[in-house]
């Protein structure tokens, strides 16, 4: 991609520098872009993230981790689009996720992003948690499965999933569910409203959950959507549209203040607190909603609402938007956007920061963790406010256990579960691209697996593999010696150069496989390699040993390696180059069609039982001050004989 | 990583140091049309000891150092034309006191112009100062430093007749401070202790302010502007006087430009008025409108355009858009105010033969003792034939200042060589020795003021 090819090429160069974009409307501060808040040079500014892009664009710099990093540090707060005086401000974040789409369809983005875009393409939520798990949060709610409601009531991810954010999903339900209103929800069908993704700049996937959620809704005959977060509401609202998704979207906030309007809820518990709102971006400034939230506090009883000085379009973002609760770009420091945000919330006088938004809820729970004000700032959500108002209590649910172990006890219960490539395989599919991008020569990737896998296979070739093989045959706690002799067999009939292999599986953890394929096939190998280096006939590799030493080999040619994690940065395969491998060659065979009869695949070793570890009874909570929680953990330890 | 990286993450800390191409990138350029050069090093100190220590760090290494404020001059002033270390200021930015009896502000360093006009609206609505039609993201100190003007320059005259003392870190480490709080007072007043003129005008080629004391002023709660307009050039330089004559202002700026179409050659005033009552204002508006306007307006030599209540401020500028280019600069002077026809006449000429739409504006500095008059030429950033265009365009007008007898306000390399060469021989020497003596190894802003032998 280059400049001229870019979508703003002739809008990206208008931008002065000038600064206004780092103020709020208010003009109180000069940090008010997060990023710059929290960085404070110049290249993390708007104006400086723009310079870049164009600079990146038009070859003057090369892309680097770090300028991905500075890309995405943008939160899309939309501070500098509402800021700046100039007629093009209306497309400045456009060029900014512009810009991310680039680095998505090359692959090129920080790994934070990558994990956050592969868990919304693999379990539809950035957390990867499974798909049946979703629906956890409304156990013993009441709450009822969308069956022809007035209302959707979409909770997103956030809520599904974060354990603080989902007592807010239940606060909200409970609300609605007083005030008489028809709900009903999703459950595990509902998928990633994508507003993250969007700003993440992953166009195909976006435009691919847009189109399934506009289906789903209207398969559903939903007209009405009532949603949690504000991200959500952007999306349904803002962009759905443009996917024939005409759907009457609010953010709860709006239908709370139209119930008290109607005296639907009776709020007479009241709440008596000095309050401080936080205005989210995406209710704010994206929607121009300030007012509802400032109706519902006030109405309540006992509420004492106190304005932070950046306050409505002037409002400091939490940092978490453009993915950033997750991807956490802006974290770790004092000068954190949310740290800021707390320190003028307590400033204030106030003893509870209210929110509207989940994300902002779990960015400042943390946030005033840090800060060590505990026992003076508490953050809720204002409908845990309202619910408490109105005298509901909301239970708290643990934490389902991730993986559970399958009848026969030697494998593992895989329904909702999904799986990606290993770890260590990626890195090794990643050296072999970068080899193929400086010397040419093709890429076969190989598994031995059931049928699900040509999924995996598929990624391995949207990633850049020219070809894929899968032998199919169940591996499930099999022996590492049978999976090599089929890999062994399926190598022997290639033309190959360099065999490579990822160290261990994330599961078994054997470490076996490549070392036993190397014997087997009679070719020099290295194990846990670091870094590599290919010539004509010749590999230069070095190898990690304990304590960080390494050592190096020069080995000849055809030769086997396994990858250590690290070695490099595997690229991100988007949703748009997995459409395009679809395209490419995938071979599957029979271990039979090697020539491998059921007699020479009998394990030598066999799995007897796979078993959890049992649980502990209790969990302490250390927390505090860096420094003091620090001495406390190393305490902690001690006395547990881990030191 | 290299000894010196090394050595300025010891000082302030690995998130504030950057060698990475990007902050190099960034740190290279000006906004207008100096060419931009990589610095080594982009650093972000947030006090005046970490600032010490880079110093100290610099002399010992002889890397140079490049303070840079809001980076707004526009005059290439922060461009590490010999690499170095790009030293941003903009985390420096507490208001540490505002002094409402002796009517000051004292600043750190990288307090933006934005910041402190709205800090004062808010907490000290009574008292206010002279803001500069600069981006609000400019410094309160880098406009000191370079002898900026602002819009109570009328009655109170340049921004650095405004202070009252100044905190320097000197190019071999030293800290200083100069005016009242040298002796351990408050930071009330500059004289009659030493002054403070080895630090302004230098573009930081002689040591780094840290803190800035600055006269603030009645702030009068009623505040507009007035717009009057003649089409002779030749009358703005009467105008001028005879409004400053009336002491009745607090700003008094004369503007021409291209666009829009119907505007062209017309010279516009721009009359900021204050008042803490109707009847200070409607004694005011009598004053400049009828007795001493009147006679141009009851002629038809000149047009009274309307009075409109509330100033902007921070005051917004959109000139960077108007090629849609993203860029422009400036020249700027300090003029006699009766220069004000040839310096329009001449600066759209040159503006017309470099096909940029002209700008020119005239401020009163003082009872029009001065104007700053500028020349304004936008380009496009994506068009280098037009930036070519604008920088020539630039030093002919550089050359125009001098030839008819003003000076260059904060000139580039360009206007400083300009300057030189018609200096006083013994003022050369005497700025050498100056800046020998304080920067014997040569390391603040290097190229920016260098006396050749």
Same mark, same amino acid.
């Given at each position: ?380 959500? +204002?409908?845990?406010?309202? @619910? *408490?108002?109105?005298? &509901? ?5 643990? !934490? #389902? ?127 846990? +390699?670091?870094?590599?280096? @290919? *010539?004509?006939?010749? &590999? ?5 040993? !304990? #304590? ?96 | ?453």
């Amino acid at each position: 991609m280059t400049l001229a090819d870019y979508k703003y090429a002739d809008t990206i160069h208008r931008c002065f520098r000038c600064g206004y974009c780092k103020f709020p409307v208010n003009w109180m501060d000069v940090n008010n872009c997060p990023a710059y808040a929290r960085f404070r040079m110049e290249t993390y500014s708007c104006g400086g993230r723009l310079w870049l892009t164009r600079a990146w664009l038009s070859g003057e710099i090369d892309w680097s981790d770090h300028l991905a990093e500075i890309l995405y540090s943008c939160t899309a707060c939309k501070n500098c689009e509402v800021k700046c005086p100039l007629r093009f401000n209306v497309d400045i974040l456009n060029m900014i996720i512009a810009a991310k789409s680039e680095m998505v369809e090359a692959g090129r983005i920080p790994s934070s992003v990558k994990k956050f875009l592969e868990n919304i393409q693999r379990q539809g939520n950035p957390y990867g948690h499974p798909r049946v798990k979703r629906g956890e949060w409304m156990e013993g709610t009441g709450i009822e499965p969308y069956q022809g409601h007035d209302f959707l009531y979409y909770v997103g991810c956030v809520g599904s999933y974060d354990t603080r954010a989902q007592e807010v999903a239940r606060a909200l339900g409970k609300v609605m569910q007083k005030a008489g209103v028809s709900f009903g929800v999703l459950g595990n069908d509902e998928n990633c409203d994508g507003n993250e993704v969007n700003k993440l700049g992953e166009e195909t996937l976006f435009e691919m959950l847009a189109e399934e959620n506009v289906a789903q809704f209207k398969k559903l005959g939903i007209q009405k959507v009532v949603t949690l977060s504000p991200h959500s509401y952007n999306a349904m609202k803002n962009d759905y549209p443009m996917f024939n998704g005409d759907f009457n979207v609010m953010h709860y906030i709006q239908l709370l203040d139209s119930l008290l309007g109607d005296d639907r809820l009776d709020i007479s518990g009241g709440y008596n607190a000095t309050v401080t709102y936080h205005d989210p971006c995406f209710l704010g400034r994206w929607n121009n909603e300030y007012e509802a939230p400032r109706n519902v506090l006030k109405a309540i009883p006992g509420i004492q609402l106190i304005e932070m000085e950046r306050n409505r379009d002037s409002t400091l973002c939490c940092g978490g938007g453009g993915g950033n609760f997750y991807i956490d770009l802006l974290g770790g420091s004092e000068r954190s956007p949310a740290r800021i945000r707390v320190r003028e919330a307590h400033a204030t006088g106030a003893g509870i920061l209210a929110v509207a938004c989940p994300n902002c809820l779990t960015m400042f729970e943390d946030a005033v963790k840090a800060e060590g004000l505990e026992e003076e700032l508490a953050v809720r959500d +204002v409908s845990e406010i309202v @619910a *408490e108002a109105c005298g &509901i209590r909301v239970c708290d649910t643990s !934490e #389902a256990d991730a993986i559970k172990i399958d009848s026969s006890q030697r494998d593992i219960e895989k329904s909702g579960l999904a799986f990606k490539i290993n770890d260590w395989d990626e890195y090794a599919l990643e050296a072999a691209l970068q080899l193929k991008e400086k010397l040419g020569g093709t890429i076969t990737a190989v598994t031995v697996g059931p049928q699900e896998w040509n999924d995996i296979l598929r990624r391995a070739l949207a990633m850049g593999a020219d070809t894929g093989i899968r032998i199919d045959h169940d591996v499930a706690s099999e022996d590492p010696y049978i999976v090599a002799l089929i890999l062994k067999t399926v190598i022997q009939r290639l033309p190959h150069d360099l065999v490579l292999f990822g160290a261990q599986s994330e599961d078994f953890g054997s470490g076996q496989l490549g070392a036993m394929v190397a014997e087997m096939l009679g070719i020099p190998h290295a194990t846990l +390699v670091v870094s590599l280096e @290919a *010539e004509e006939n010749e &590999i230069h590799i070095s190898r990690e040993l !304990e #304590a960080g030493t390494l050592e190096s080999y020069t080995i000849e040619l055809p030769a086997l390696l396994t990858i250590h994690t690290g070695i490099n940065q595997p690229r991100y395969i988007s949703l748009g180059g997995i459409k395009k491998a679809m395209e490419k060659e995938l071979q599957v065979m029979s271990p039979n069609d090697l020539g491998l009869s059921v007699d020479m695949l009998i394990p030598m070793v066999k799995l007897k039982r796979l078993e959890l570890p049992p649980k502990g009874k209790e969990a302490e909570l250390i927390t505090g001050q860096p420094e003091a929680t620090a001495g406390q953990l190393a305490k902690t330890l001690k006395e547990a004989g881990i030191f | 990583m290299d000894s010196i990286h090394q050595a300025l993450i010891e000082i302030v800390g690995e998130e504030q140091v950057s060698n990475r191409p990007e902050e190099l990138y960034i740190y290279s350029f000006d906004l207008g049309t100096t060419e931009p050069h990589r610095p080594d090093y982009a650093v972000a100190p947030r006090t005046t000891e970490e600032i010490q220590g880079i110093v100290k760090l610099a002399n010992k290494e002889k890397i140079p150092v490049v303070p840079l404020g809001g980076g707004l001059s526009l005059a290439g002033l922060a461009v590490p034309f010999k690499g170095g270390i790009a030293l941003d200021l903009k985390r420096m930015d507490s208001i540490i006191e505002v002094n409402e009896e002796a009517r000051y502000a004292v600043v750190e360093c990288g307090v933006s112009q934005g910041q402190l006009t709205t800090y004062l609206e808010r907490y000290y609505p009574h008292l206010t100062h002279s803001e500069p039609g600069a981006p609000p993201q400019a410094t309160i100190a880098g406009n000191v430093a370079i002898h900026g003007q602002g819009d109570l320059a009328h009655p109170y005259g340049f921004n650095s007749d405004m202070v009252n003392g100044l905190e320097v870190v000197l190019p071999t480490g030293e800290i200083c401070k100069f005016g009242s709080c040298s002796i351990g007072a408050s930071w009330f007043t500059q004289h009659p202790l030493p002054d403070l003129g080895l630090f302004l005008g230098w573009s930081g080629a002689t040591g780094i302010i840290t803190k800035v004391s600055l006269r603030l002023f009645p702030c009068k709660s009623i505040r507009g502007t007035g717009l009057f307009v003649v089409e002779n050039e030749e009358l703005v330089p009467e105008v001028m006087y005879k409004l400053s004559h009336t002491q009745m202002a607090e700003d008094i700026v004369a503007f021409s430009q291209a666009i829009p179409p119907f505007a062209s050659g017309l010279q516009h005033f721009s009359i900021n008025m204050a008042a803490d009552s109707e009847k200070e204002l409607e004694f005011k508006q009598e004053i400049i409108w009828d007795d001493t306007l009147g006679e141009y307006i009851r002629s038809g030599a000149g047009g009274f355009l309307g009075f409109v209540r509330g100033l902007q401020r921070p005051q917004v500028s959109k000139t960077s858009d108007w090629r849609k280019g993203g860029g422009f600069e400036y020249v700027g002077s300090i003029m006699p105010v009766k220069k004000y026809p040839e310096c329009y006449r001449r600066g759209r000429e040159i503006s017309e033969r470099h096909d940029i739409p002209y700008t020119v504006l005239g401020r009163c500095i003082g009872a029009a003792h001065s104007m700053m008059f500028s020349w304004t030429y936008a380009f496009n950033r994506a068009d280098p034939e037009t930036v070519k265009q604008a920088r020539e365009a630039l030093h002919e007008t550089d050359d125009l200042v001098l030839e008819l007898g003003g000076t260059i306000w904060k000139p580039g390399l360009y206007g400083q060589k300009l300057a030189m060469e018609r200096l006083d021989p013994n003022t050369l020497k005497l700025m050498k020795k100056v800046k020998q003596l304080l920067d014997p190894n040569g390391i603040m802003n290097p190229g920016n003021w260098e006396v050749s032998q």
